[in-house]
């Protein structure tokens, strides 16, 4: 039976403890700055926190720092202090925040940031490259770059045998090779011998965390679902990528779909009237991000899906569990899955939308093009334009920004969202004559 006190203490135990985790990590990383101590510097897509964790190398993560200030409301004062230093209006606002950041020592509404020991990125972004150049002029810290190769043909990446295969397993060990070599540099700056069997712990923890984010997607798609993806959603995506392969990391996610399961038996929704069920397309509008999210809620649509809990959830997208009798060998299929499903989820964003449309019983999808991002908003249209001539779904294309507020406009956005839910509401009308 269900109490009131059960209800009391586990609805909203995510949230609140991935805010005290979230403070804690921060704490952390101040901690650590005022001690002269550096972090290495990884991004959300593919971040080799595996590798990092089994050094015992604290991790810094420049998008989410940079996300921060706007979600703290200061994002203006970072990017007009990067481009009084010369940075241009035009490039990503994550890049400019951070750029403020380094040139402020560090400091960060949530405390401050050590500089980078060491830089480990991907090919998942262009602007990593360049970006982790920025930090080996500022710092002169070594930079590791691993080429993911990304999907040649449609459909997802297998691991089963065929010439499909083959080729999947070339690529396996072509990103096993690189890794390898991370190991080599971490163990000259650590001064530490590489660890397989700390590996292999950091990898169980990790897999505990990948199974775990796997059952939260698919306990969204209850009605009403258990959580809002853009809202709740964001705060899962910090724990999943900043404490990956942790303890404490693990625990949190099963913590949290413990809650989602209580909700969905007990059918507590996020919304007490979930009128309308959305998939958000894009990265968030950061600088009005409660506001930006009511224009949603107050019409009773709640955001079930969005592609950004595939591509910034830190390699537990595809739900992948390391074999731990292979370490190495399955970090590297990990990664590649993983890193590919995270590029094809921004480029080819159709394909996992036309599966979520089935999946979550969706009313409507919203693109949310931005200004900073060309990465991820390039080819919106396109997969929109495809979407609507395979599918009967509605749709709204919004563009804003998810740091910079001067390209913000409130009184557009809430015109815009409000005509998309009267034609929703048209729509259903319309239907339950037909
Ligand atoms: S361009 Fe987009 S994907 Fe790349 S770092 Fe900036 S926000 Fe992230």
Not at 19 to 32: K, M, P, V, Y
Not at 242 to 253: D, I, N, P, W
Not at 306 to 313: E, N, R
Not at 359 to 376: M, N, Q, W
Request: hydrophobic content about 35%; proline content about 3%; charged content about 25%.
């Amino acid at each position: 039976m269900t109490t009131q006190t059960d209800t009391q203490s586990i609805v909203g135990r995510a949230n609140r403890d991935g805010a005290r985790l979230f403070r804690d990590w921060f704490g952390e990383l101040t901690d650590l700055a005022e001690q002269g101590g550096g972090a290495a510097y990884v991004f959300v897509m593919g971040s080799f926190n595996e590798i990092l964790k089994s050094f015992d190398m604290p991790v810094a993560f420049p998008e989410i720092n940079s996300l921060q200030t706007a979600v703290r409301r200061v994002a203006h004062e970072y990017l007009e202090e990067a481009e009084d230093y010369g940075y241009s209006p035009d490039i990503c606002g994550y890049v400019k925040a951070d750029v403020a950041v380094q040139l402020r020592e560090g400091k960060h509404p949530m405390g401050r940031i050590p500089k980078p020991s060491l830089a480990v990125l991907t090919n998942a972004c262009n602007t990593y490259v360049k970006w982790a150049e920025i930090w080996e002029r500022m710092h002169d810290c070594p930079i590791v770059t691993i080429d993911v190769p990304g999907s040649r043909e449609q459909g997802r990446a297998v691991s089963t045998a065929g010439s499909r295969e083959r080729r999947f397993e070339n690529d396996r060990r072509y990103v096993e090779g690189q890794m390898r070599e991370l190991i080599t540099t971490c163990e000259q700056l650590s001064g530490k011998r590489f660890d397989l069997d700390k590996l292999r712990e950091v990898l169980g923890y990790a897999n505990r965390m990948s199974r775990a984010w796997k059952r939260v997607l698919e306990l969204n798609r209850a009605k009403p679902s258990p959580f809002n993806a853009l809202t709740d959603g964001t705060i899962y995506l910090g724990v999943a990528n900043g404490l990956r392969g942790t303890e404490v990391g693990a625990k949190y996610f099963e913590d949290l779909v413990e809650e989602l399961e209580y909700k969905v038996e007990n059918g507590i929704g996020t919304l007490n009237d979930e009128s309308y069920r959305l998939a958000f397309v894009g990265v968030p509008c950061y600088p009005i991000f409660r506001r930006f999210t009511e224009m949603f809620t107050e019409w009773g649509g709640n955001y079930v899906s969005s592609t950004y809990l595939w591509f910034a959830s830190g390699g537990a997208n595809r739900g992948f569990e390391y074999d731990l009798d292979k370490p190495l060998e399955s970090l590297a299929e990990g990664v590649l899955l993983s890193v590919r499903d995270a590029m094809d989820s921004m480029f080819h964003n159709d394909r996992v939308l036309t599966e979520m449309i089935d999946e979550f019983a969706l009313d409507g999808i919203i693109y949310h093009p931005i200004k900073s991002c060309r990465t991820v908003s390039t080819g919106l249209a396109d997969g929109r334009r495809f979407l609507s001539a395979n599918r009967d779904i509605a749709s709204l294309f919004i563009e804003s920004d998810m740091m910079d507020r001067r390209v913000v406009s409130e009184a557009q956005l809430k015109n815009r969202v409000d005509a998309f839910f009267e034609g929703l509401a048209s729509r259903r009308h319309q239907a339950s004559r037909a």
